[in-house]
């Protein structure tokens, strides 16, 4: 079945350090989702990608689709102390109902 | 907009009574409704899906079940709670099978 690596399943920064973190997949898949998931809540979607080579922003925080459609990253600029969390990565192949998630990377900033 | 509540929050429970979490969206209709698990510390395991009311789809062979008797909502359901169900439970909802999935806040399932 439909794997995927996340990586690194942790991190911890200072506070103003700028953040990367990746997926890749065993298979092709037509959909990267990045999520957030703060302490006792529900994962927040953070950037849905739809197209290799797409390259997505909101705000501080960017992600690409890449070109051979098995890798994605999440990168985040200038990081803050509500940065704080687990974020996992979410691939889907077309048509299929199921997503695949990213065992998740957390993230943890020292002031 | 669209929202989606999970209900409750938390629960223990004794091993070998029975389980129901609800789940609900509002602001859409006819979405497509997922039943996650998910360890402690670790990613998320699909449980349960449906497209429409009253279809399910298992995904992992388990102690629990799923229904779907309104549009709008999804309920989990055990007859007899093992320890091994004790995890996070989550709720998600999206507009089709090509739409990013929306999530609840989780049900804390505690079994003891």
């Known amino acids: 079945g439909q794997q995927l690596n996340q990586s690194p399943q942790s991190m911890f920064i200072q506070e103003g350090e700028d953040v990367s973190m990746n997926c890749t997949s065993s298979?092709?898949?037509?959909?990267w989702l990045w999520y957030k998931q703060d302490p006792g809540e529900g994962p927040v979607l953070l950037i849905a990608?739809?197209?290799?080579?797409e390259l997505t922003s909101n705000g501080r925080l960017t992600a690409q689709f890449g070109i051979t459609r098995k890798d994605s990253f999440l990168n985040i600029s200038a990081s803050i102390p509500s940065d704080v969390g687990i974020y996992f990565c979410?691939?889907?192949?077309?048509?299929?109902?199921?997503?695949?998630f990213g065992q998740g990377t957390r993230l943890t900033i020292n002031p | 907009s669209q929202t989606i509540h999970q209900w409750p929050a938390t629960l223990v429970q004794p091993v070998g009574s029975p389980l129901s979490l609800e789940c609900t969206v509002e602001g859409t209709s006819n979405p497509n409704l997922y039943w996650y698990r998910q360890a402690a510390g670790r990613g998320l395991q699909l449980l349960f899906y449906s497209v429409g009311i009253g279809q399910i789809s298992s995904e992992v062979p388990q102690n629990l079940s799923a229904s779907r008797p309104q549009d709008r909502q999804f309920i989990l359901s055990s007859k007899k709670l093992l320890l091994s169900d004790s995890g996070f439970y989550l709720c998600?909802?999206?507009?089709?099978?090509?739409?990013?999935?929306?999530f609840g806040d989780g049900t804390r399932l505690s079994i003891l």
């Open positions: 990608l739809y197209k290799a080579g």
């Open positions: 979410a691939g889907r192949d077309q048509g299929a109902q199921k997503l695949v």
């Open positions: 298979s092709i898949f037509n959909t």
């Open positions: 998600a909802w999206s507009k089709d099978s090509n739409q990013p999935q929306h």
